[in-house]
Protein backbone atom coordinates (compact mmCIF):
# COMPACT_ATOMS: atom_id res chain seq x y z
CA UNK A 1 0.00 0.00 0.00
CA UNK A 2 2.76 2.70 -1.24
CA UNK A 3 2.12 5.80 -3.77
CA UNK A 4 0.16 7.68 -1.78
CA UNK A 5 -0.46 11.50 -2.55
CA UNK A 6 -0.73 12.07 1.27
CA UNK A 7 3.14 11.31 3.03
CA UNK A 8 1.20 10.58 6.58
CA UNK A 9 -1.18 7.54 4.40
CA UNK A 10 2.46 6.02 3.75
CA UNK A 11 3.54 6.64 7.51
CA UNK A 12 0.04 4.93 8.37
CA UNK A 13 1.08 1.89 6.36
CA UNK A 14 4.65 1.53 7.82
CA UNK A 15 2.99 1.34 11.14
CA UNK A 16 0.54 -1.04 10.87
CA UNK A 17 3.31 -3.21 9.98
CA UNK A 18 4.87 -3.31 12.61
CA UNK A 19 1.91 -4.17 14.76
CA UNK A 20 1.24 -6.60 11.96
CA UNK A 21 4.78 -7.88 12.75
CA UNK A 22 4.12 -8.15 16.17
CA UNK A 23 0.91 -9.77 16.05
CA UNK A 24 1.85 -13.22 16.63
CA UNK A 25 4.38 -13.43 19.08
CA UNK A 26 2.05 -10.83 21.16
CA UNK A 27 -0.94 -13.19 21.05
CA UNK A 28 0.83 -16.18 22.01
CA UNK A 29 2.58 -14.18 24.73
CA UNK A 30 2.97 -15.75 28.23
CA UNK A 31 0.83 -14.24 31.02
CA UNK A 32 4.34 -13.29 32.84
CA UNK A 33 5.10 -11.18 29.73
CA UNK A 34 2.04 -9.42 28.99
CA UNK A 35 1.59 -8.63 32.75
CA UNK A 36 4.95 -7.36 33.03
CA UNK A 37 4.66 -5.26 30.45
CA UNK A 38 1.40 -4.02 31.19
CA UNK A 39 3.00 -2.98 35.33
CA UNK A 40 5.82 -1.97 33.70
CA UNK A 41 3.90 0.71 32.07
CA UNK A 42 1.56 1.50 35.03
CA UNK A 43 5.67 1.71 36.98
CA UNK A 44 7.10 4.08 34.58
CA UNK A 45 3.78 6.32 34.09
CA UNK A 46 4.52 7.34 37.94
CA UNK A 47 7.75 7.95 37.57
CA UNK A 48 7.61 10.66 35.27
CA UNK A 49 3.46 11.96 36.87
CA UNK A 50 4.84 15.38 37.79
CA UNK A 51 6.05 16.37 34.25
CA UNK A 52 3.26 14.73 32.16
CA UNK A 53 0.72 16.09 34.53
CA UNK A 54 1.96 19.64 33.95
CA UNK A 55 2.18 19.05 29.92
CA UNK A 56 -1.63 17.57 30.19
CA UNK A 57 -2.30 20.93 31.99
CA UNK A 58 -1.23 23.19 29.89
CA UNK A 59 -2.78 21.08 26.61
CA UNK A 60 -6.26 20.43 28.52
CA UNK A 61 -6.55 22.93 31.40
CA UNK A 62 -8.51 20.02 33.67
CA UNK A 63 -6.37 21.21 36.27
CA UNK A 64 -3.57 19.34 38.56
CA UNK A 65 -5.96 17.50 41.02
CA UNK A 66 -8.16 15.77 38.20
CA UNK A 67 -5.21 14.86 36.06
CA UNK A 68 -3.37 12.70 38.68
CA UNK A 69 -6.16 11.15 40.18
CA UNK A 70 -5.99 10.74 36.30
CA UNK A 71 -2.66 9.17 36.61
CA UNK A 72 -3.52 6.95 39.11
CA UNK A 73 -6.68 5.46 37.78
CA UNK A 74 -4.55 4.97 34.67
CA UNK A 75 -1.95 3.01 36.44
CA UNK A 76 -4.70 1.39 38.65
CA UNK A 77 -6.51 0.06 35.39
CA UNK A 78 -2.82 -1.21 33.49
CA UNK A 79 -2.42 -3.16 37.20
CA UNK A 80 -5.61 -4.32 37.55
CA UNK A 81 -5.41 -5.76 33.79
CA UNK A 82 -1.74 -7.19 34.98
CA UNK A 83 -4.37 -9.08 37.71
CA UNK A 84 -6.24 -10.80 34.68
CA UNK A 85 -4.02 -11.52 33.08
CA UNK A 86 -1.75 -13.37 35.45
CA UNK A 87 -5.19 -14.94 36.35
CA UNK A 88 -6.13 -16.69 33.47
CA UNK A 89 -8.58 -14.58 31.65
CA UNK A 90 -7.74 -13.97 28.28
CA UNK A 91 -6.13 -17.72 28.20
CA UNK A 92 -9.44 -19.57 29.40
CA UNK A 93 -11.18 -22.31 27.34
CA UNK A 94 -14.21 -24.46 27.97
CA UNK A 95 -14.04 -27.99 27.61
CA UNK A 96 -17.08 -30.59 26.34
CA UNK A 97 -16.28 -34.28 26.57
CA UNK A 98 -16.41 -36.66 23.72
CA UNK A 99 -19.27 -38.92 24.04
CA UNK A 100 -20.14 -41.74 22.43
CA UNK A 101 -23.55 -42.48 20.28
CA UNK A 102 -25.70 -41.11 17.45
CA UNK A 103 -26.41 -37.01 17.65
CA UNK A 104 -27.64 -35.23 19.62
CA UNK A 105 -26.67 -36.62 22.32
CA UNK A 106 -23.33 -38.12 21.09
CA UNK A 107 -20.42 -35.74 19.98
CA UNK A 108 -16.82 -35.44 19.30
CA UNK A 109 -14.88 -33.46 21.85
CA UNK A 110 -14.33 -29.68 21.94
CA UNK A 111 -12.64 -27.15 23.24
CA UNK A 112 -13.48 -23.77 22.74
CA UNK A 113 -10.21 -21.24 23.29
CA UNK A 114 -10.42 -17.69 22.96
CA UNK A 115 -8.14 -15.95 20.45
CA UNK A 116 -6.43 -12.25 20.37
CA UNK A 117 -7.85 -10.75 17.58
CA UNK A 118 -4.85 -9.05 16.13
CA UNK A 119 -3.99 -5.12 15.61
CA UNK A 120 -6.24 -2.82 17.18
CA UNK A 121 -6.63 0.38 16.01
CA UNK A 122 -7.40 3.19 19.24
CA UNK A 123 -8.67 6.17 19.15
CA UNK A 124 -7.52 8.41 22.43
CA UNK A 125 -10.62 10.49 23.94
CA UNK A 126 -10.14 14.64 24.23
CA UNK A 127 -11.34 14.61 28.00
CA UNK A 128 -9.52 11.92 29.22
CA UNK A 129 -5.96 12.64 27.98
CA UNK A 130 -4.61 9.73 30.71
CA UNK A 131 -7.40 7.55 31.59
CA UNK A 132 -8.58 6.89 27.87
CA UNK A 133 -5.34 8.13 26.00
CA UNK A 134 -2.43 6.26 25.14
CA UNK A 135 -1.90 4.23 27.87
CA UNK A 136 -5.72 4.43 28.79
CA UNK A 137 -8.44 2.00 29.23
CA UNK A 138 -8.68 0.89 25.40
CA UNK A 139 -5.21 0.35 25.17
CA UNK A 140 -4.70 -1.45 28.79
CA UNK A 141 -7.64 -4.36 27.83
CA UNK A 142 -6.39 -5.06 24.08
CA UNK A 143 -2.84 -5.49 25.47
CA UNK A 144 -3.95 -7.98 28.04
CA UNK A 145 -5.98 -9.77 25.47
CA UNK A 146 -3.04 -10.05 23.18
CA UNK A 147 -3.54 -7.65 20.72
CA UNK A 148 -0.92 -5.06 19.36
CA UNK A 149 -2.01 -1.09 19.85
CA UNK A 150 -2.35 1.49 17.46
CA UNK A 151 -2.53 4.52 18.65
CA UNK A 152 -4.33 7.48 16.96
CA UNK A 153 -3.56 10.37 19.26
CA UNK A 154 -6.20 12.99 20.05
CA UNK A 155 -5.54 16.24 17.86
CA UNK A 156 -6.17 18.11 21.47
CA UNK A 157 -2.93 16.77 23.77
CA UNK A 158 -0.40 15.75 21.06
CA UNK A 159 2.22 16.74 23.27
CA UNK A 160 1.46 14.72 26.22
CA UNK A 161 0.54 11.51 23.84
CA UNK A 162 3.96 11.82 22.32
CA UNK A 163 5.75 11.94 25.94
CA UNK A 164 3.40 8.80 27.52
CA UNK A 165 4.36 7.14 24.24
CA UNK A 166 8.01 7.72 24.63
CA UNK A 167 7.76 6.62 27.95
CA UNK A 168 5.60 2.99 26.82
CA UNK A 169 8.03 2.91 23.93
CA UNK A 170 11.39 2.85 26.03
CA UNK A 171 9.42 -0.18 28.64
CA UNK A 172 8.93 -2.13 25.34
CA UNK A 173 12.55 -2.28 24.11
CA UNK A 174 14.00 -2.63 27.94
CA UNK A 175 11.80 -5.91 27.63
CA UNK A 176 13.17 -6.90 24.84
CA UNK A 177 9.54 -6.81 23.13
CA UNK A 178 8.87 -6.22 19.10
CA UNK A 179 8.25 -2.18 18.85
CA UNK A 180 5.41 -3.53 17.35
CA UNK A 181 3.51 -4.06 20.37
CA UNK A 182 2.49 -0.58 21.14
CA UNK A 183 2.79 2.05 18.20
CA UNK A 184 1.50 5.51 17.71
CA UNK A 185 -0.21 8.09 15.16
CA UNK A 186 -0.05 11.75 15.43
CA UNK A 187 -0.44 14.27 13.22
CA UNK A 188 -2.89 12.75 11.15
CA UNK A 189 -5.95 13.99 9.32
CA UNK A 190 -9.39 13.18 9.50
CA UNK A 191 -8.83 11.50 6.17
CA UNK A 192 -5.68 9.43 7.86
CA UNK A 193 -7.97 8.57 10.53
CA UNK A 194 -10.30 6.61 8.40
CA UNK A 195 -7.85 4.96 6.30
CA UNK A 196 -6.58 3.62 9.61
CA UNK A 197 -9.93 2.07 10.35
CA UNK A 198 -10.13 0.92 6.69
CA UNK A 199 -6.41 -0.68 6.51
CA UNK A 200 -6.48 -4.21 5.93
CA UNK A 201 -3.70 -4.92 8.92
CA UNK A 202 -5.96 -3.35 11.81
CA UNK A 203 -8.44 -6.31 13.26
CA UNK A 204 -10.79 -4.03 15.50
CA UNK A 205 -11.34 -0.72 16.50
CA UNK A 206 -11.73 0.94 19.92
CA UNK A 207 -12.97 4.50 20.21
CA UNK A 208 -14.27 7.34 22.66
CA UNK A 209 -15.66 10.59 20.98
CA UNK A 210 -18.40 12.38 19.88
CA UNK A 211 -21.80 10.73 17.99
CA UNK A 212 -20.70 12.32 14.58
CA UNK A 213 -16.85 11.49 14.65
CA UNK A 214 -17.81 7.69 15.91
CA UNK A 215 -20.52 7.01 13.46
CA UNK A 216 -18.51 8.33 10.23
CA UNK A 217 -15.37 6.02 11.59
CA UNK A 218 -17.91 3.39 12.47
CA UNK A 219 -19.30 3.22 9.21
CA UNK A 220 -16.21 3.71 7.41
CA UNK A 221 -15.27 -0.09 9.52
CA UNK A 222 -18.18 -1.29 7.93
CA UNK A 223 -17.44 -0.50 4.37
CA UNK A 224 -14.35 -2.22 4.57
CA UNK A 225 -14.35 -5.29 1.92
CA UNK A 226 -14.40 -7.23 5.47
CA UNK A 227 -15.33 -5.31 7.80
CA UNK A 228 -14.10 -5.03 11.84
CA UNK A 229 -15.66 -4.69 14.98
CA UNK A 230 -15.95 -1.16 16.03
CA UNK A 231 -16.19 -0.35 19.63
CA UNK A 232 -17.18 3.07 19.79
CA UNK A 233 -17.96 4.47 23.22
CA UNK A 234 -19.87 7.94 21.92
CA UNK A 235 -22.51 10.12 23.47
CA UNK A 236 -24.95 9.99 26.02
CA UNK A 237 -27.39 12.27 27.52
CA UNK A 238 -27.68 10.08 31.05
CA UNK A 239 -31.37 10.90 32.22
CA UNK A 240 -31.60 11.28 36.20
CA UNK A 241 -34.93 10.67 37.51
CA UNK A 242 -35.43 12.16 40.74
CA UNK A 243 -38.51 10.78 42.54
CA UNK A 244 -40.70 12.54 45.44
CA UNK A 245 -39.32 10.18 47.86
CA UNK A 246 -35.78 11.70 47.67
CA UNK A 247 -36.92 14.84 47.58
CA UNK A 248 -38.65 15.07 50.38
CA UNK A 249 -35.82 13.78 52.24
CA UNK A 250 -32.67 16.12 51.12
CA UNK A 251 -33.60 18.04 48.10
CA UNK A 252 -31.27 20.72 48.90
CA UNK A 253 -28.02 18.63 49.21
CA UNK A 254 -29.58 16.28 46.40
CA UNK A 255 -29.25 19.84 44.20
CA UNK A 256 -25.99 20.46 45.77
CA UNK A 257 -24.81 17.15 44.78
CA UNK A 258 -26.43 17.16 40.71
CA UNK A 259 -25.18 20.91 40.71
CA UNK A 260 -21.69 19.50 41.21
CA UNK A 261 -21.85 16.56 38.77
CA UNK A 262 -23.15 18.38 36.19
CA UNK A 263 -20.30 21.46 36.24
CA UNK A 264 -17.73 18.62 37.07
CA UNK A 265 -14.45 18.69 34.51
CA UNK A 266 -16.85 21.67 32.65
CA UNK A 267 -19.43 19.40 31.84
CA UNK A 268 -16.64 17.10 29.47
CA UNK A 269 -18.06 13.81 30.67
CA UNK A 270 -19.88 11.16 28.47
CA UNK A 271 -21.79 10.37 32.10
CA UNK A 272 -22.75 14.10 32.77
CA UNK A 273 -26.33 14.25 33.45
CA UNK A 274 -27.88 16.06 30.92
CA UNK A 275 -31.72 15.45 31.58
CA UNK A 276 -33.10 15.76 34.79
CA UNK A 277 -36.76 14.12 35.21
CA UNK A 278 -39.17 14.88 37.73
CA UNK A 279 -42.58 14.46 38.51
CA UNK A 280 -44.88 17.94 38.40
CA UNK A 281 -45.18 18.84 41.87
CA UNK A 282 -44.16 22.06 44.55
CA UNK A 283 -41.61 19.87 45.45
CA UNK A 284 -39.84 19.46 42.03
CA UNK A 285 -40.29 23.26 41.64
CA UNK A 286 -38.29 23.63 44.59
CA UNK A 287 -35.58 21.11 43.90
CA UNK A 288 -35.35 23.18 40.65
CA UNK A 289 -35.00 26.37 42.26
CA UNK A 290 -32.89 24.91 44.93
CA UNK A 291 -30.87 23.31 41.40
CA UNK A 292 -30.51 26.56 39.96
CA UNK A 293 -29.40 28.38 42.90
CA UNK A 294 -26.79 25.64 43.09
CA UNK A 295 -24.92 25.69 39.50
CA UNK A 296 -25.80 29.42 38.76
CA UNK A 297 -22.52 30.53 40.55
CA UNK A 298 -20.35 27.70 40.20
CA UNK A 299 -17.63 28.94 38.06
CA UNK A 300 -16.37 26.57 35.21
CA UNK A 301 -12.47 26.06 34.33
CA UNK A 302 -12.05 26.65 30.15
CA UNK A 303 -12.79 23.52 27.81
CA UNK A 304 -10.29 21.18 26.40
CA UNK A 305 -10.54 23.08 23.14
CA UNK A 306 -11.90 25.91 21.46
CA UNK A 307 -13.62 23.90 18.89
CA UNK A 308 -15.28 21.91 22.17
CA UNK A 309 -16.43 25.20 23.60
CA UNK A 310 -17.86 26.09 19.97
CA UNK A 311 -19.96 22.90 20.33
CA UNK A 312 -21.29 23.78 23.13
CA UNK A 313 -22.58 27.45 22.66
CA UNK A 314 -24.25 25.85 19.57
CA UNK A 315 -25.89 22.89 21.04
CA UNK A 316 -26.83 25.15 24.42
CA UNK A 317 -28.35 27.46 21.68
CA UNK A 318 -30.16 24.28 20.05
CA UNK A 319 -31.98 23.70 23.41
CA UNK A 320 -32.54 27.28 24.34
CA UNK A 321 -34.71 27.88 21.28
CA UNK A 322 -36.45 24.66 21.86
CA UNK A 323 -36.89 25.10 26.19
CA UNK A 324 -37.12 27.68 28.62
CA UNK A 325 -33.79 29.14 30.40
CA UNK A 326 -34.64 28.40 34.47
CA UNK A 327 -32.16 31.68 35.32
CA UNK A 328 -30.67 34.10 33.01
CA UNK A 329 -26.94 32.79 32.91
CA UNK A 330 -23.99 34.62 34.64
CA UNK A 331 -21.21 36.06 32.01
CA UNK A 332 -18.73 33.59 30.82
CA UNK A 333 -15.55 33.27 33.00
CA UNK A 334 -12.83 31.39 32.56
CA UNK A 335 -15.07 28.54 31.21
CA UNK A 336 -18.62 28.71 29.96
CA UNK A 337 -21.17 29.95 32.40
CA UNK A 338 -23.52 26.94 34.00
CA UNK A 339 -27.05 26.55 31.70
CA UNK A 340 -30.14 25.34 33.14
CA UNK A 341 -33.21 24.55 30.83
CA UNK A 342 -36.35 23.68 31.31
CA UNK A 343 -39.49 22.18 29.57
CA UNK A 344 -42.75 19.78 29.84
CA UNK A 345 -42.43 15.84 29.39
CA UNK A 346 -44.58 16.14 25.89
CA UNK A 347 -42.69 18.52 24.26
CA UNK A 348 -39.60 16.73 25.11
CA UNK A 349 -40.81 13.49 23.78
CA UNK A 350 -42.47 15.02 20.59
CA UNK A 351 -39.11 17.47 19.94
CA UNK A 352 -35.46 15.51 18.95
CA UNK A 353 -33.82 18.47 19.07
CA UNK A 354 -34.01 17.92 23.14
CA UNK A 355 -32.62 14.92 22.89
CA UNK A 356 -29.45 16.11 21.92
CA UNK A 357 -26.05 16.31 23.96
CA UNK A 358 -25.06 19.69 25.34
CA UNK A 359 -21.35 18.44 26.07
CA UNK A 360 -20.93 20.91 28.60
CA UNK A 361 -21.88 22.05 31.92
CA UNK A 362 -25.40 22.51 31.09
CA UNK A 363 -28.72 20.02 31.62
CA UNK A 364 -32.77 19.92 30.49
CA UNK A 365 -35.17 19.37 33.38
CA UNK A 366 -38.23 17.39 32.15
CA UNK A 367 -41.59 17.54 34.24
CA UNK A 368 -43.77 15.00 33.56
CA UNK A 369 -47.07 14.28 34.71
CA UNK A 370 -47.51 10.67 35.57
CA UNK A 371 -45.01 7.53 36.58
CA UNK A 372 -45.84 6.57 32.91
CA UNK A 373 -44.89 9.61 31.03
CA UNK A 374 -41.56 9.41 32.89
CA UNK A 375 -41.33 5.96 31.21
CA UNK A 376 -42.07 7.61 27.69
CA UNK A 377 -39.28 10.26 28.22
CA UNK A 378 -37.16 7.46 29.48
CA UNK A 379 -38.20 5.45 25.49
CA UNK A 380 -37.49 8.77 23.51
CA UNK A 381 -34.27 9.07 24.63
CA UNK A 382 -33.82 5.76 23.45
CA UNK A 383 -29.94 4.82 24.32
CA UNK A 384 -27.77 6.15 27.21
CA UNK A 385 -24.90 5.04 29.42
CA UNK A 386 -26.43 5.58 32.34
CA UNK A 387 -29.68 6.57 34.02
CA UNK A 388 -29.97 7.29 37.76
CA UNK A 389 -33.17 6.39 39.47
CA UNK A 390 -33.33 8.77 42.97
CA UNK A 391 -35.98 7.51 45.12
CA UNK A 392 -36.92 4.55 43.83
CA UNK A 393 -35.95 2.34 46.85
CA UNK A 394 -39.55 0.72 47.57
CA UNK A 395 -40.40 -2.57 45.63
CA UNK A 396 -43.56 -0.92 44.19
CA UNK A 397 -44.99 -1.69 41.04
CA UNK A 398 -44.33 1.63 39.57
CA UNK A 399 -40.67 1.94 40.42
CA UNK A 400 -40.59 -1.76 38.63
CA UNK A 401 -41.43 -0.40 35.48
CA UNK A 402 -39.14 2.55 35.66
CA UNK A 403 -36.25 0.31 36.55
CA UNK A 404 -37.37 -1.54 33.29
CA UNK A 405 -37.66 1.13 30.69
CA UNK A 406 -34.06 2.44 32.52
CA UNK A 407 -32.08 -0.97 31.70
CA UNK A 408 -33.68 -1.14 28.23
CA UNK A 409 -32.39 1.73 27.49
CA UNK A 410 -29.10 2.16 29.60
CA UNK A 411 -26.18 0.23 30.48
CA UNK A 412 -25.96 1.32 34.04
CA UNK A 413 -28.58 1.90 36.11
CA UNK A 414 -27.92 4.29 39.35
CA UNK A 415 -29.93 3.98 42.31
CA UNK A 416 -27.97 6.60 44.49
CA UNK A 417 -25.17 9.30 43.52
CA UNK A 418 -24.37 10.66 40.21
CA UNK A 419 -23.32 9.06 37.34
CA UNK A 420 -19.95 10.90 36.41
CA UNK A 421 -17.16 8.69 38.19
CA UNK A 422 -17.31 5.07 36.55
CA UNK A 423 -15.61 2.94 38.89
CA UNK A 424 -12.82 0.50 36.82
CA UNK A 425 -14.04 -3.21 38.39
CA UNK A 426 -15.59 -6.53 37.23
CA UNK A 427 -19.20 -5.73 37.39
CA UNK A 428 -18.51 -2.56 35.56
CA UNK A 429 -20.62 -1.94 32.35
CA UNK A 430 -19.85 1.56 30.27
CA UNK A 431 -21.33 1.21 26.96
CA UNK A 432 -25.25 1.76 26.42
CA UNK A 433 -27.64 0.91 23.57
CA UNK A 434 -27.00 3.21 20.30
CA UNK A 435 -26.41 6.24 20.21
CA UNK A 436 -24.23 6.02 23.50
CA UNK A 437 -22.22 2.93 22.46
CA UNK A 438 -21.76 0.90 18.89
CA UNK A 439 -21.84 -2.81 21.14
CA UNK A 440 -23.81 -2.02 23.94
CA UNK A 441 -23.16 -6.05 24.99
CA UNK A 442 -19.55 -4.66 25.50
CA UNK A 443 -17.79 -2.55 27.87
CA UNK A 444 -15.26 0.05 27.78
CA UNK A 445 -14.80 0.23 31.39
CA UNK A 446 -13.99 -2.19 34.07
CA UNK A 447 -12.27 -5.27 33.15
CA UNK A 448 -14.92 -6.98 30.83
CA UNK A 449 -13.57 -4.95 28.57
CA UNK A 450 -10.96 -6.98 27.13
CA UNK A 451 -13.35 -9.78 25.99
CA UNK A 452 -14.04 -7.11 23.17
CA UNK A 453 -10.41 -8.36 22.05
CA UNK A 454 -10.85 -11.87 21.82
CA UNK A 455 -12.50 -14.13 19.28
CA UNK A 456 -13.72 -17.92 20.53
CA UNK A 457 -12.33 -20.62 18.68
CA UNK A 458 -14.29 -24.39 19.03
CA UNK A 459 -11.07 -26.96 18.20
CA UNK A 460 -12.70 -30.11 17.23
CA UNK A 461 -10.96 -33.65 17.79
CA UNK A 462 -7.72 -31.73 18.39
CA UNK A 463 -4.65 -33.54 19.06
CA UNK A 464 -2.50 -33.35 21.75
CA UNK A 465 0.21 -30.99 20.48
CA UNK A 466 -2.97 -28.60 19.91
CA UNK A 467 -4.00 -28.59 23.19
CA UNK A 468 -0.11 -28.73 25.04
P1 LIG B 1 -14.46 13.53 18.09
O1 LIG B 1 -14.58 14.78 17.34
O2 LIG B 1 -15.40 12.45 17.76
O3 LIG B 1 -12.96 13.02 17.86
C1 LIG B 1 -12.50 11.77 18.36
C2 LIG B 1 -11.46 11.21 17.40
O4 LIG B 1 -12.06 10.86 16.15
C3 LIG B 1 -10.36 12.18 17.07
O5 LIG B 1 -9.17 11.44 16.90
C4 LIG B 1 -10.81 12.77 15.77
O6 LIG B 1 -9.74 13.26 15.01
C5 LIG B 1 -11.46 11.58 15.10
N1 LIG B 1 -12.53 11.94 14.18
C6 LIG B 1 -13.64 12.69 14.46
N2 LIG B 1 -14.45 12.78 13.40
C7 LIG B 1 -13.86 12.06 12.42
C8 LIG B 1 -14.21 11.78 11.06
N3 LIG B 1 -15.34 12.27 10.52
N4 LIG B 1 -13.39 11.03 10.34
C9 LIG B 1 -12.24 10.54 10.86
N5 LIG B 1 -11.84 10.78 12.13
C10 LIG B 1 -12.64 11.53 12.91
O7 LIG B 1 -14.56 13.68 19.66
P2 LIG B 1 -14.00 14.81 20.63
O8 LIG B 1 -12.80 15.47 20.04
O9 LIG B 1 -13.89 14.21 21.95
O10 LIG B 1 -15.18 15.83 20.70
C11 LIG B 1 -15.39 16.78 19.70
C12 LIG B 1 -16.81 17.23 19.80
O11 LIG B 1 -17.66 16.13 20.09
C13 LIG B 1 -16.95 18.23 20.90
O12 LIG B 1 -17.23 19.48 20.38
C14 LIG B 1 -18.03 17.70 21.78
O13 LIG B 1 -19.10 18.61 21.80
C15 LIG B 1 -18.52 16.44 21.15
N6 LIG B 1 -18.61 15.30 22.09
C16 LIG B 1 -17.52 14.62 22.63
C17 LIG B 1 -17.73 13.53 23.50
C18 LIG B 1 -16.65 12.74 24.22
O14 LIG B 1 -16.95 11.83 25.02
N7 LIG B 1 -15.37 13.02 24.00
C19 LIG B 1 -19.02 13.15 23.76
C20 LIG B 1 -20.04 13.85 23.15
C21 LIG B 1 -19.83 14.89 22.32
P3 LIG B 1 -9.06 14.68 15.35
O15 LIG B 1 -8.12 14.43 16.49
O16 LIG B 1 -8.40 15.04 14.11
O17 LIG B 1 -10.17 15.62 15.73
Redesign the pocket.
Known sequence: MTDHQDPSLAIIDQTVAKAVAAAGFWAESSAAVRAGLLRGLADALERQQAELVAIADRESGLGEARLNGEVARTAFQLRGFASEVEAGVPYRHVVSEAVAGAPPAGRPALVRVQRALGPVAM?????FPFAFSVLGGDTASALAAGCPVVV?????HPQLSRAVFELAAAVVRQQGLPEGVLTLIDNT??AG??YLVQHPGIAAVA????????K??WQAANDRPRPVPFYGE??SINPLVALPAALEKDSEGLAKTLAASITLGCG?F?TSPGLIVLLASELSERFVAQLAAAIAPIATHRML?P??Q???EA?AATVASHARAVFEPAADGVGPAPRLFATEAAAFIANPHLHE?M?GPAALVVSAQSPAQIIEVLQAVGGSLTTTLWGAEAPSEDNRQLLRAAEAISGRVLFGGVPTGVAVCHAQQHGGPWPSSTTPQTTSVGYAALERFLRPVALQDAPAWVLG
Do not use: P, V
Open positions: FSASNKTHSGSRGTFTGSYQGGALLGQCTGMQGFAEF
